[in-house]
Each structure stands twice: as structure tokens, then as C-alpha cells.
């Protein structure tokens, strides 16, 4: 469910953080297997788990965006584009978590390519590890936060912004206001 207040997306922002901490440190960690390439397929997998669970947190996995209005998920679908996030409300395949990987591409390749070189080569690849899965997810959780807090925003009402409000709700005219205007709707110029 898709927080309802500032303070909940905060919360929710807090705990998505943590879940990324954890896995960043689990990929740093997946550099100390010597074998090339576990460390990218380690990182690959945790990728597949977390975007879909920082999804979920902030109410916007695809399954939780289908079962919405029409009108709600054409408002999430337009905020996702303006923020250009290709992982919003979407399957997480493995092709899309490569593609995400490619944005931090030269990052992975050191790390693999670093973790050969003795001793400071094993600390230098899992401290890339460890950067490039924080970037990753930190990105995600923020483009997460900023399409749920334009929601919030849309459904309060900026701040100095008219709310649009209907003639028969309360109309900022009085009713001289409303007569004058209708009397000068059949005047020609």
C-alpha cells in the first residue's frame, strides 16, 4: 500500500535504506569467492530480490500498481516517466538488473578485475561492491520516495497552488459577481 502521509514515506524511506545497507555489505562480501564472475551473478541476484522488495515497501510493485484505478496508475505510470526510472512497477528480470548494472558498469568490472591483485585488491573490489550496490539501491529507494511524495503532494494540494474547487461547492464570486458575468457573457464586442 502506497504510504499516505510524509511521515509514513519517510519511515518507509528509513527502512528501505537499511535493507540496502545489508545487502551492499552481503555483496561486498560475495568478492572474497576467488572464482570469476560470482561476485557480478551474487550481485545480479541480490538486484532481482531488492528492487522488487523497496517496490513492495513503497506500494509500488506491478502487481500492487494493477489492482489500482485507472486514473491512480495513469498518475504513478506519468510521475515514473518524469523521473525516467525504468524499474517503478515493473517485472525485475534478470536483463533489467543488467541494464542497471551497466549505469555503474566500470564499478563492476574493477571490482572483478581488482579482486586478482593481492590483499589490496580484495579490500578495493568489495569496497566497490559494497558502492556500487548502495548506488543501485539508494537511486531505486529515491525515485521511489519521489513518485509516492508528487502523490501525496497531488492528492493535498500544493502548497500556493489553487485547489480547484466546483461553482457549487463555494464559488470565490459573489452573487452580483455571478450576474454581472452572466450579463456580459451575451455582450458583443
Same mark, same amino acid.
Given at each position: 500500500?502506497?504510504?499516505q *502521509?510524509? $511521515?509514513?514515506?519517510? &519511515? /518507509?524511506? %528509513?527502512?528501505?535504506?537499511?535493507? =540496502?545497507?545489508?545487502?551492499?555489505? !552481503?555483496?561486498?562480501?560475495?568478492?572474497?569467492?576467488?572464482?570469476?564472475?560470482?561476485?557480478?551473478l551474487?550481485?545480479?541476484?541480490?538486484?532481482?530480490?531488492l528492487?522488487?522488495?523497496?517496490?513492495?515497501?513503497?506500494?509500488?510493485?506491478?502487481?500492487?500498481?494493477d489492482?489500482?484505478?485507472?486514473?491512480?496508475?495513469?498518475?504513478?505510470?506519468?510521475?515514473?516517466?518524469?523521473?525516467?526510472s525504468?524499474?517503478?512497477?515493473?517485472?525485475? *528480470?534478470k $536483463?533489467?538488473?543488467? &541494464? /542497471?548494472? %551497466?549505469?555503474?558498469?566500470?564499478? =563492476?568490472?574493477?571490482?572483478?578485475? !581488482?579482486?586478482?591483485?593481492?590483499?589490496?585488491?580484495?579490500g578495493?573490489?568489495?569496497?566497490?561492491?559494497?558502492?556500487?550496490?548502495?548506488?543501485?539501491?539508494?537511486?531505486h529507494?529515491?525515485?521511489?520516495?519521489?513518485?509516492?511524495?508528487?502523490?501525496?503532494?497531488?492528492?493535498?494540494?500544493?502548497p500556493?497552488?489553487?485547489?480547484?474547487?466546483?461553482?457549487?461547492?463555494?464559488?470565490?464570486?459573489?452573487?452580483?459577481?455571478?450576474?454581472?458575468?452572466?450579463?456580459n457573457?451575451?455582450v458583443?464586442?
Amino acid at each position: 500500500m502506497i504510504p499516505q *502521509t510524509l $511521515e509514513q514515506l519517510e &519511515q /518507509v524511506r %528509513k527502512e528501505c535504506r537499511t535493507m =540496502v545497507r545489508k545487502r551492499a555489505a !552481503a555483496s561486498a562480501g560475495s568478492t572474497l569467492v576467488p572464482l570469476p564472475g560470482t561476485d557480478v551473478l551474487a550481485d545480479v541476484g541480490m538486484l532481482m530480490q531488492l528492487l522488487p522488495a523497496i517496490n513492495d515497501k513503497f506500494g509500488l510493485s506491478q502487481k500492487q500498481l494493477d489492482g489500482m484505478d485507472p486514473e491512480t496508475k495513469s498518475m504513478i505510470y506519468g510521475f515514473v516517466m518524469s523521473i525516467g526510472s525504468k524499474v517503478i512497477g515493473r517485472m525485475v *528480470t534478470k $536483463e533489467l538488473v543488467v &541494464q /542497471v548494472l %551497466k549505469r555503474v558498469g566500470v564499478r =563492476v568490472a574493477t571490482k572483478s578485475v !581488482a579482486k586478482f591483485v593481492p590483499f589490496a585488491g580484495q579490500g578495493l573490489a568489495a569496497a566497490l561492491s559494497f558502492t556500487a550496490m548502495r548506488y543501485v539501491g539508494n537511486k531505486h529507494i529515491d525515485d521511489c520516495f519521489e513518485v509516492v511524495k508528487r502523490m501525496i503532494e497531488q492528492r493535498e494540494g500544493l502548497p500556493g497552488e489553487p485547489v480547484p474547487v466546483s461553482l457549487e461547492e463555494g464559488s470565490p464570486h459573489s452573487p452580483e459577481d455571478e450576474e454581472r458575468l452572466d450579463t456580459n457573457a451575451h455582450v458583443k464586442p
